[in-house]
């Protein structure tokens, strides 16, 4: 009889121990030894530390155990996160898309690591190299319904690869210097993934869905850092640049030559908050933006590019939703030159964030000289509610003197996060103060997000009135030109949007990968009174075929109530004011992604206001790598308006991609667009000779759209980065 107790309590105790253990989290050990980073993991430390493994498939199927298995081991020794990966392919075969650094790894075999550094599920970092050894970083930033990828965010890491028959070893070093952790919650949130593009495949570390993105940090793994450095690690970078620039204006025979210098600082006031400055940038080195073709009365968003804005740009990107967002960077600049700028941003306990952004801008013949603050503070409450507020000023100045004419922009925002990761809702709230005016000068919006394997659905209202005044921001709805009188409107508006999506995923199926049988959304608007002037029906559905192919349809549908003159066609004849029906049917195809010739295509046409629009979209892309990469993609819209006349609108763009080595590549865009009578070449050849540390050759040359040359100009940057 005891024999048998004795035998319960040691089953019952073997029982709790292995539950205790199971339920442990994963550490990230701490180990003296530091490794070359080579990409063939044969240091003896390697074999201290516990491994990772047990992917799971993502893509093109979520069921499942991965095939094709990954190890990871992961450690560090105080200055230095170490990461080491394995990937047990099928083949020696390698496929990349590019080997130019912070090109998304989507077309590429690659291993990815995502830290959520703050354990917050707020913003993180994405790490990548894809088997050349090219490096991908990026921020992982929160917006309104889930996250999103900013590839300009760079920082000083290291990462080697190497083949070993079918294996693909991949050997990373990240330093603490780049991160921003709290030392005292020795906590990372932890993700891995592996892209094969040779059989179109994502396996990740940790069983998610397919309908979330594989950086989601909500689905990271939790890992105990042994030993987290409990001193801020001093960072202080420093990166002087100098720029020759020489520009001929065709049209008007005049040249400008320019020989500048800027100077970027970074330094780490903590291990989790950083102060950014600069004096004086130049963003000549900046990708161009690619043109777009606009049959809207609104304007269009363009991202921001530019470094100095992106260290924490979660905080001040998302103070509002996209259409009503009260700060866009890109305002700050566009008319003058930054004289110099200042940032404060990261995390000052472990739930609360601040940033503090100022900016000064120049005075030229246009432009009285600005003064640019942003003020944001975010708290997590809860573990499912984080609130956010924010002030942001805009106001003239001269000399030292703030002068009284301003544009300020207070608000506050809510966002919840349901446990079980399928609900998101957001409230916003901001309140405009100009000089002169102070009614009718608000902002709302409440907004609720559903996603869960197959189906999605989202609602959201917005209540913009007439003088909420964002001279800093993104509210395009807010103003209409009047063709008809040549005046620009400003009037407030309420919106509606509702969304549904219904997929149904074929996972044994040989021939079919997915049906979206259901993608319908209706965005409705109405005047400040309630009288609606636009309602707007999406219908779409679409065919995914094993190897993600698909061919697809879309509907639109949209009751306008023109208020005011539109010159669409931009030949000075105006459609007048009344109620018009547009309809559209839209057929479109897109290859496979992992062929070495990528293609789609489209065909529209349908109803446009008093008349009709048939478009055709086609781009091609031709890999031949590890050498070159060339895109081409051709639009064409064709308006026919009756009397009010008709036009054809081109837009084309090339882009050619020669690649010498992963530090040293030749990039040329070449764009036509007759709507904005611009064709432009921008070619550049780019060195990164230490990391971080460039040299750039940039040739612009601009016509209208008949080739005639309007100016054309050349610019020589380098900056050397000094890490102390």
């Known amino acids: 009889m005891r024999s048998n107790s004795m035998k319960r309590i040691s089953v019952i105790l073997l029982f709790w121990i292995s539950c205790n253990v199971c339920s442990q989290n994963p550490v990230i050990p701490f180990k003296k030894e530091g490794i070359t980073v080579d990409g063939i993991l044969n240091e003896s430390v390697w074999s201290e530390v516990p491994v990772h493994t047990n992917f799971y498939n993502l893509l093109p199927s979520d069921e499942g155990m991965a095939e094709n298995q990954t190890e990871v081991k992961i450690f560090h020794d105080g200055n230095f996160i170490y990461i080491g990966a394995v990937y047990y392919d099928t083949t020696e075969k390698q496929q990349v898309s590019s080997l130019k650094r912070d090109v998304s790894i989507g077309l590429s075999d690659a291993f990815v690591l995502v830290l959520d550094t703050q354990h917050q599920q707020q913003s993180g970092n994405l790490f990548a190299v894809n088997t050349y050894g090219t490096q991908v970083d990026a921020l992982v930033e929160r917006g309104e319904s889930g996250f999103g990828l900013n590839f300009s965010w760079n920082a000083v890491w290291k990462a080697n690869t190497s083949v070993e028959g079918t294996k693909k070893l991949y050997e990373i070093a990240i330093p603490f210097k ?161 004289q110099f700028g200042i940032k404060l941003s990261g995390n000052i306990a472990p739930k609360t964030r601040i940033g503090v952004l100022n900016a000064q801008t120049e005075k030229n013949t246009a432009m009285q000289a600005q003064n640019f603050l942003v003020l944001v503070a975010e708290q997590q409450l809860l573990q499912q509610f984080t609130a956010t507020g924010f002030v942001v000023n805009k106001q003239k100045t001269k000399s030292l003197n703030f002068l009284n004419d301003y544009n300020r922009v207070v608000g506050g925002n809510l966002n919840f996060r349901s446990k079980n990761n399928k609900w998101i809702g957001t409230s916003n709230f901001g309140m405009s103060f100009t000089d002169g005016i102070s009614e009718k000068n608000k902002f709302y919006n409440i907004g609720v997000d559903y996603n869960d394997r197959g189906v999605r659905g989202s609602f959201s209202f917005k209540r913009v009135e007439g003088n909420y005044l964002t001279e800093v921001g993104f509210t395009p709805r807010l103003y209409t030109f009047d063709a008809l009188n040549n005046v620009l409107i400003r009037e407030g508006y309420l919106q509606t949007t509702g969304a549904i999506e219904y997929t149904k995923f074929y996972d044994t199926s040989k021939v079919l990968n997915n049906v979206r049988y259901l993608n319908y959304r209706n965005t409705t608007y109405f005047d400040i009174s309630g009288v609606q002037n636009q309602m ?44 018009y029906q547009n309809w559209n049917v839209k057929v479109g195809y897109n290859s496979a992604n992992n062929q070495q010739v990528r293609y789609r295509f489209n065909l529209q046409k349908g109803r446009f206001y008093n008349g009709e629009k048939i478009t055709g979209g086609a781009y091609v892309n031709y890999q031949l790598l590890p050498f070159a990469n060339l895109e081409l993609s051709y639009d064409i819209n064709a308006i026919n308006l009756k009397e009010l006349g008709k036009e054809t609108f081109h837009l084309a763009r090339f882009t050619g991609e020669v690649f010498l080595n992963n530090r040293l590549n030749w990039t040329t ?40 040359r309007k100016d054309w100009g050349i610019a020589l940057k380098m900056n050397y980065r000094f890490d102390f």
């Not at 963003?283 to 009365?297: C, E, G, K, P, Y």
């Not at 530019?306 to 960077?329: I, K, W």
């Open 536 to 579: 707007s029906h999406f219908l779409n559905s679409a065919v995914f075929f094993k190897n993600l192919s698909a061919v697809y349809y879309v509907l639109n549908f949209d009751t306008i109530d023109l208020q005011y003159g539109f010159d669409v066609l931009g030949n000075g004849n105006a459609l007048l004011p009344q109620q």
């Open 178 to 338: 780049a991160l921003n952790f709290d030392n005292k919650e020795a906590k990372f949130g932890v993700q891995f993934y592996v892209r094969d593009i040779k059989n179109n495949s994502w396996t990740i570390f940790t069983d998610i869905s397919r309908n979330y993105p594989t950086f989601d940090l909500r689905f990271t793994k939790t890992f105990e850092v042994e030993n987290i450095p409990k001193k801020g690690i001093s960072r202080f970078a420093v990166s002087p640049a100098v720029v020759a620039n020489y520009q001929k204006d065709v049209v008007n025979d005049t040249t400008e030559t320019a020989l500048n210098a800027s100077l970027d600082v970074q330094y780490n006031v903590s291990s989790s908050l950083k102060l950014d400055a600069t004096i004086l940038p130049d963003f000549s080195q900046i990708d161009v933006d690619q043109q777009v073709t606009n049959l809207s009365r609104f304007s269009v968003f363009f991202p921001e590019r530019r470094n100095f804005f992106l260290e924490n740009a979660d905080l001040f990107a998302n103070l509002g939703p996209r259409d009503v967002n009260p700060f866009y960077s890109r305002r700050i600049g566009a008319d003058s030159d930054i």
């Open 669 to 708: 865009y070449v764009q036509y667009n007759n709507q904005q009578n611009n064709f432009n070449i921008n070619s550049r050849l780019q060195w990164e000779y230490k990391p971080l540390s460039y040299v750039y050759l940039v040739v612009t040359d601009n016509f209208n759209k008949d080739f005639n």
